[in-house]
Nanobody, 122 residues
Framework: QVQLVESGGGLVQAGGPLRLSCTASGRTLSRYAVGWFRQAPGKEREFVAAITWSGGSTSYTDSVKGRFTISRDNAKNMVYLQMNSLKPEDAAVYYC???????????????WGQGTQVTVSS
């Protein structure tokens, strides 16, 4: 069983940066593609970014392109989401998820973390 743990959330001013981290226990994360999703109150969970197991390919939702960067360090069993130029509309609970391939649909990910809150003040 893969257990994912997110960290790095918090309160940041609009325009500022924040880096989220995702690690796994129970199994190495390097076997999986990893996606980041977010869910704001009253809204559905939405895709943010994803990266293949090797880090060779990435995918982003349009609203974060040019501002967010997903990366991974398999030697450290970590996946990161660097978020720059944050906007109030980026505020949400952010989840990392692991699955067999690069995908934007949450149903294609088998393992999920508990989430970390990101709050952006205007």
């Amino acid at each position: 069983q893969v257990q994912l743990v997110e960290s790095g959330g918090g309160l940041v001013q609009a325009g500022g940066p924040l880096r989220l981290s995702c690690t796994a226990s129970g199994r190495t994360l390097s076997r999986y593609a990893v996606g980041w999703f977010r869910q704001a109150p009253g809204k559905e969970r939405e895709f943010v970014a994803a990266i293949t197991w090797s880090g060779g390919s990435t995918s982003y939702t349009d609203s974060v392109k040019g501002r967010f960067t997903i990366s991974r360090d398999n030697a450290k069993n970590m996946v990161y989401l660097q978020m720059n130029s944050l906007k109030p509309e980026d505020a949400a609970v952010y989840y990392c998820a692991a699955g067999p391939g690069l995908a934007s649909r949450p149903q294609l990910y088998q393992h999920w973390g508990q989430g970390t809150q990101v709050t952006v003040s205007s």
